[in-house]
Every structure is written in structure tokens, then in C-alpha cells.
């Protein structure tokens, strides 16, 4: 019954929003059009304010109390300089304001208004009259720390910055820190989104999406330059947001300080004036307004109309939220759309970077990427290593490429690590290796965040879609100052920027699409199979599409860019092999004989789809027939979340199930045969590398060696059929002396193309190729 009252009450709305919704978007159109044909771009000629003094205003309506209360904080933190002003602005108080101030404090410049402007209004006249060349304003509720000046000023290096913005804590300290100071934006379902982020990491100067307009320094000539704080959203909200979007898209920037503390007692004043429904009305029609003014590209303002009404209709059936906009608030904007298409004259004749540039440039690896200048050739590289899976132990194949070749990059370069784990616990086995990095973080992995099956995208990326790790990779960009970024595994391919002197490599352990298809014939339902050819498709399209945007991509082996470039042989330039998929070949015992007679040995995590696939062929197919001819051989089942035991054929004691050990070294060299009996998947098998420098003899089939080993009896044996693949196995049993010689041939094999310090030496020295080339041209 209440959802048909909100019907009926909001059914005159709901049958105009359409027609309102289509004149929105076709007059801010025509406003682009006409502004094309005569409107002019003024390009900024950009000077840096003097940063010796400041003068702080202060709007004020009927805040008495808060003068009172801190006001002084504010006079004291200025007193030293005589060149440093206090103006506080009355908005036409009628609680006896101006007076207070003319009596109590007389070194105060009062600007008594007539009248209520609103903050913006307000704000404007006190930047008006402001003498020094930057000006902080401040909430009447906000009390400032003694020093919170100097750090504001110091903010002011160059002739770029337009605003330094405080850090902000709340005067009570047991609320939560919706407010800081550190504010973020992004674009999302049509859109802007804002937030403020709770890093303590940030302990410098760092880019922020706008200076919060009660707790912010900034360049007075600049302010006034984009036309102050537009009346366009008085009477209060956003016009901060929208100030710092204006000068983002100027070319300038604005950035948060958080060695300026001040406390904030927030919504002193609105919150006890205006109903919490009144302020949330006010927001949702400015965050309309905001978008019809300052996104000027056709496809995101298509796309914001597109969500307008689905999103008013979600409001309607389930009641409102700040996330999303309503019926009332698109006809409040649609009756000051004249304002707004005089608003967006104004803003496109200041921008002079696109909407897209604007959102990235206040991203610590977009600002670091475009701000400063980098060297062509860094004495040491700078890398920033960034895994979707924990690294130690290294329990599972990948784990085994990304440690050793962190451990070797440590060598020769400044390594940084970010590391998703599925619970805390299993960050302290890094310990050792961050030990040896210049940073290590860790983000605990959520599961489950999207459902992904209408996306175009592939599963395995909405899984590792996640807002704070992308904070993360910027904040580590900016704060080390990072030249490479290599991502691990496509789902990190995601978090990959439009850089323009910062190098970015993705190392595929598989390709993923390839490891997909080549499950479909081992599936079964018809259910599965029809989702995994759907992501089969969409992964072919994802990493076609991926690949080109990187600077380079490593594959595992040959065959797997061989694979590639049947797709894309145009990918030739942009790929590359031998530069990760490896081992430390003498981190690993070679012992090629005196070996405990008919064992074998099955290595591999269970998590990984592939082994458990691959244990169930060999013990359901072959294992009966290596039985058969010697009885008393023995399986010895190795990794991490193995299977339960009566899911397996009965076998007696021939199947031994260790789970998880921690150091695989000692069954590599006591096991008599390696099985390998992989049927899916892409990209190099790291147990048969180990097992290879480790002198044990392999079986494996020909998906399971490939771009090892293409020849049986080499360097391993091969064989598809179970049958065929028991007959290799009992025929190294019986030959011990050709089972030394191949897994002779096998060591050497490692220590020739395979081994991990010769290959990081030629990753590095890839790296500063890369690195030199972008910023010679950049």
C-alpha cells in the first residue's frame, strides 16, 4: 500500500519526467552545438601566487556560537604575520553576528552583507575583498589547529596549483570519518560519485578530486578566474566539487595536505537550520545540475540521461538513497536548465582538458604520470608488482614465477609489492620477501562483489574488481614514484592506466581464453557447458582487445604466443616469451638417481580447476593399468585443498593423499617418476621445471609439457592415452639408467632457457628499454 501511495502522489511527475528528460539533454546538446560554431576557448595564462601570507574567510549566517567558539582558534593560528588577514563575511545574521565581531574581535575584517547570499554568494564577496593572493576559507564550525597554515602555503609550489585542501577530523572523535579532506570521484552508471578517503599511508602532499569549500586554501586570482563559487547550486552543496572539476579541466591542480589539520562540528550551521530531507533535495538536484554543466562529452552525457529515469522509477519502488536520483529532483533542475545551459556556455569556454582527463589527472598514478618529469633512464627502477594471489608460500605454479622473479628483481631494482589474499593470515609468509622490497600491501580479497553474467567482460574480472585496490595501485604509484608496473594474471589487467612515461607489462600465466576452450570437452551438463562458452567468447574478446594496450605482454612459452598470433598475428610486436616463466634452477637439489623405486609423484594445488581434472583422469583411467604389471607402486598426492579420499578409486595403499607440505623439495628428489597428466589449461607448468631441475623423471601429457617439451623421450615423456601413459611410466620403472640420462637432459634444459636470474636480467633490461623509449617521446 505504500509503494501505490508514492504512485499516485508521484504520477504527475512520472508522466512529465520523460518529455522533461528529453528537452534536458536535447537543449544541452544544442548549447554544445551553437558554443562549437561561436563560442571561444580562453586558455589559462597561469602565474604562482605569493605563498608568504593569506587571507582566511569565513562565511557566517546566524552562527553566533560558532564564532565564539572558533574564531579564536583561527585569529591565533595567524597572529605572527601582520600581512595575514581574518574576514568574516555576515550573511545577513539576525542573531546578532556582526556585532560580536565588531566587539570581540576587532582585528577582524567584518564584511556584513545585507542579506543571505548563500555560501557560494557569500564565499564570493569575501574573495572579492580579500587582499593576499591566496585566500583559505573556512566553516564557521571549524576550529584549526595552531600550525595549520604554514603546511596550506607551502602547498603553493608551482603555478599549476589552484587549491590545498586541509585534512579534516571531526570534533567529536568518536564519529566516523565521513569527512577527511582527501576526496575521490569517478564516473559510474551515468554518474559522478564522491567520496573522501581514510588513508593515514598519505603522509605528503596528494592530488585530490576538490577542495572541501570550509576547509581550503585557495589561488584568489584563479577562484575568481572560474567565476567563484556559481550560483548555479546555491543555496548550499557541491559548489566545491564543482569548483574542483573546473579546475582540473583548466589544466590545474588541486591537492590535499594533511600536515594542515583543522576540526570540523559538521553542518553547524545548516544541519540546525535546514530538515536532513530539505539538505538530501537540495543534494540530488545539485549533483543533476553539476553533470548538465560540466560533462561535456556525448557519451557520458547520453549515458547520464540514459539512467536518469530507471534510476527516479528504483527510488519510487524502494525509497530514495543518496546513490541514486528521483522524480522531484529532475524537474527542480529541469526549472533552472536556462542557468544551467548558461553554466555549461561558461564551462566549456574554460576546459581545456576532456572530461576523461579531468577525472584521471586527480589519480596518484595519473598525476604522478602527467605532473612530473621523469628521467629517461633511472639510475634504478622503480617497480610496482602487483599480484591478484598471494606469493608465499608459493603453493601453486604462479606463485612459484612471481617469487622467484621477485626475489630476483630485488637484485637489480626498487620493488614494491601489492598482494590480494583471501585472508590475513596469510600475510606473514611474506614477511622474508617484503623484507627485501622497498613496500609491501596487502588487501583482503571480498568475494562475490558483482554478478556478472549480462557483462560483456569476463568472469574472472568482475571477481577482482575492486575500488580500494585501484585506490592502492595509485597511492603506490604516486608515493614511490614508480617507473613499471607489471600486472599479474589478466583479471589485473583491469587496473591498467592510460599512462604516458610509466611502463605497464601483463604477464598471462595462461592465456585465459585458450584455458577455457579447452575445458568445454571436458564439461558436463549442458548448463555449464553453455556458461563456460559464454565466457570463453567473452575472454576471446577481452584479451584481443587487452593485450595491444600494454607496452608488452609476457606469455609463458612460444606455443602460447603462437596461439595468440593465430588470433592476432598483429600482437607479433607487442608480445614476448622467456622473459618470466622460470625457476632458479640452483635453488633445487639435481638428484637423477638412487631414487625410491616405483613411486610417483602428482604435484599440484586443488584450487586450480585443472589438477583436480588431471588427478581424476590418471587414477580413473591409467593408474589400474601401472597396477596391473607392478603392484606394489605407489601414488604420492601432493598440494594444497586435495580431494577427499573416498572421491577416488579404492586403490588400498597404493594412494597416498599429503595435502599440503611445506617444502616440495624432498619428494622431488626421493619420488621415482613425476606424473603430469594435465588435460586443460595454458601456459608452462612450473612442477615440470621443478621437477626437471630436480633430476626426477617426468610423464606428462602433450597440454601438460607444452612449451617444454615437444619430442617424447627427450627431455620427458609424452602420452594422451591412459594406457599409453601407464606404458611410459613402467618403462622408466624398468630402465632406471635412460630415466637418469633424460632427466639429464632435462637439468640441462633449465639451466639454458629456463633459469630465473637470466631471464630477470633480460626482464630488466626490457623494462628500461620500454621505460627509455615512452619518455623520450612523452
Not at 597396477?627 to 597416498?656: H, K, M, N, Q, T
Amino acid at each position: 500500500m505504500a509503494t501505490l501511495g508514492r504512485f499516485a502522489k508521484a504520477l504527475p511527475l512520472l508522466l512529465v519526467s520523460p518529455v522533461v528528460i528529453v528537452i534536458s539533454l536535447l537543449a544541452l546538446l544544442l548549447t554544445d552545438l551553437v558554443w562549437k560554431v561561436f563560442g571561444r576557448r580562453r586558455l589559462p595564462v597561469d602565474s604562482r601566487p605569493r605563498n608568504t601570507s593569506a587571507s582566511v574567510v569565513i562565511p557566517n549566517w546566524n552562527g553566533r556560537d560558532l564564532l565564539e567558539k572558533y574564531l579564536p582558534s583561527v585569529e591565533l593560528a595567524l597572529a605572527g604575520n601582520p600581512n595575514n588577514e581574518v574576514i568574516v563575511v555576515d550573511n545577513g545574521s539576525t542573531d546578532g553576528s556582526a556585532g560580536y565581531v565588531r566587539q570581540h574581535h576587532p582585528n577582524v575584517r567584518l564584511l556584513a552583507l545585507p542579506k543571505n547570499l548563500g555560501f557560494g554568494g557569500g564565499s564570493n564577496a569575501g574573495f572579492a575583498e580579500a587582499k593576499n593572493d591566496i585566500v583559505v576559507l573556512l566553516n564557521s564550525d571549524m576550529r584549526v589547529r595552531e600550525d595549520f597554515l604554514a603546511p596550506l602555503l607551502e602547498g603553493f609550489s608551482d603555478e599549476k596549483v589552484f587549491a590545498v585542501s586541509c585534512q579534516i577530523f571531526f570534533s567529536d572523535p568518536n564519529k566516523v570519518r565521513e569527512e577527511t579532506g582527501l576526496t575521490q570521484a569517478w564516473w559510474e552508471n551515468g554518474g559522478v560519485r564522491v567520496r573522501h578517503r581514510d588513508d593515514p599511508n598519505i603522509q605528503q602532499l596528494y592530488p585530490c578530486f576538490y577542495g572541501g569549500g570550509g576547509s581550503c586554501a585557495f589561488d584568489r586570482r584563479k577562484f575568481l578566474e572560474l567565476g567563484g563559487f556559481d550560483h548555479l547550486l546555491k543555496p548550499f552543496y557541491l559548489e566545491d566539487t564543482d569548483l574542483g572539476f573546473l579546475a582540473w579541466k583548466r589544466g590545474w591542480k588541486v591537492l590535499y595536505q594533511p600536515a594542515s589539520v583543522v576540526y570540523h562540528e559538521h553542518r553547524g550551521t545548516i544541519g540546525k537550520t535546514f530538515t536532513r530531507a530539505y539538505i538530501e533535495s537540495i543534494i540530488h538536484k545539485n549533483f543533476l545540475l553539476f553533470l548538465w554543466k560540466n560533462i561535456h562529452e556525448p557519451w557520458r552525457l547520453i549515458s547520464h540521461f540514459g539512467f536518469l529515469l530507471p534510476a527516479a522509477m528504483v527510488s519510487l519502488l524502494f525509497g530514495e538513497s543518496m546513490e541514486r536520483t528521483n522524480l522531484i529532483a529532475i524537474a527542480k533542475a529541469f526549472l533552472q536548465l536556462p542557468g544551467a545551459m548558461a553554466a555549461r556556455w561558461r564551462a566549456r569556454s574554460l576546459g581545456v582538458v576532456s572530461d576523461t582527463e579531468a577525472f584521471r589527472r586527480p589519480m596518484g598514478g595519473y598525476f604522478h604520470d602527467r605532473f612530473r618529469t621523469l628521467p629517461a633512464r633511472p639510475g634504478r627502477l622503480r617497480v610496482l608488482f602487483i599480484s591478484p594471489y598471494p606469493i608465499c608460500p608459493p603453493v601453486h605454479g604462479g606463485a612459484v614465477f612471481m617469487s622467484q622473479t621477485c626475489t630476483e628483481l630485488t637484485r637489480s631494482t626498487d620493488l614494491h609489492l601489492i598482494v590480494l589474499v583471501d585472508e590475513p593470515k596469510e600475510i606473514p609468509p611474506h614477511k622474508e620477501l617484503a623484507d627485501r622490497c622497498g613496500s609491501a600491501h596487502y588487501l583482503v580479497r571480498l568475494e562475490g562483489q558483482t554478478r556478472s553474467f549480462g557483462s560483456v567482460l569476463p568472469h574472472a574480472l568482475h571477481e577482482y574488481a575492486n575500488g580500494d585496490l585501484e585506490w592502492l595501485i595509485h597511492r603506490q604509484i604516486y608515493l614511490q614514484q614508480i617507473d613499471v608496473v607489471q600486472y599479474e594474471y589478466l583479471p589485473m589487467a583491469q587496473y591498467r592506466g592510460e599512462y604516458r612515461q610509466i611502463a605497464q607489462f601483463l604477464f598471462e600465466h595462461d592465456l585465459y581464453f585458450q584455458s577455457i576452450g579447452r575445458q568445454l570437452d571436458h564439461m558436463r551438463g549442458a548448463v555449464k557447458r553453455l556458461a563456460a562458452r559464454y565466457e570463453y567468447l567473452r575472454a576471446l574478446r577481452y584479451e584481443l582487445e587487452t593485450i595491444p594496450l600494454f607496452d608488452a605482454t609476457q606469455l609463458c612459452s612460444s606455443a602460447n604466443r603462437d596461439f595468440l598470433l593465430q588470433f592476432a598475428p598483429e600482437l607479433a610486436a607487442k608480445t614476448a616469451h622467456r622473459l618470466r616463466a622460470g625457476i632458479t634452477a640452483s635453488n633445487y637439489n639435481f638428484q637423477p638417481a638412487g631414487r625410491t623405486p616405483n613411486t610417483m609423484l602428482f604435484l599440484g594445488s586443488f584450487r586450480h580447476a585443472p589438477n583436480t581434472e588431471a588427478l581424476n583422469w590418471f587414477v580413473q583411467q591409467s593408474l589400474q593399468h601401472v597396477l596391473a604389471e607392478c603392484p606394489d607402486a605407489r601414488l604420492i598426492v601432493i598440494g594444497s585443498d586435495p580431494p577427499p579420499r573416498y572421491s577416488l578409486p579404492d586403490f588400498g595403499d597404493a594412494i597416498e593423499l599429503r595435502g599440503y607440505v611445506d617444502d616440495i623439495q624432498a619428494p622431488l628428489t626421493e619420488c621415482a617418476v613425476f606424473v603430469c597428466p594435465i588435460l586443460s589449461g595454458s601456459g608452462v607448468r612450473v612442477k615440470l621445471l621443478e621437477s626437471f631441475a630436480s633430476g626426477i623423471p617426468v610423464v606428462s601429457t602433450r597440454i601438460g609439457a607444452e612449451g617444454l617439451a615437444s619430442k617424447d623421450g627427450e627431455i620427458c615423456r609424452l602420452a594422451d592415452d591412459p594406457r599409453e601413459f601407464a606404458r611410459a611410466i613402467l618403462d622408466l620403472f624398468a630402465n632406471p639408467g635412460e630415466a637418469e640420462a633424460m632427466a639429464r637432459r632435462a637439468r640441462a634444459e633449465v639451466e639454458r632457457n629456463w633459469d630465473m636470474p637470466v631471464l630477470t636480467q633480460a626482464l630488466v633490461k626490457e623494462y628500461s628499454r620500454i621505460v627509455a623509449s615512452k619518455r623520450r617521446t612523452s
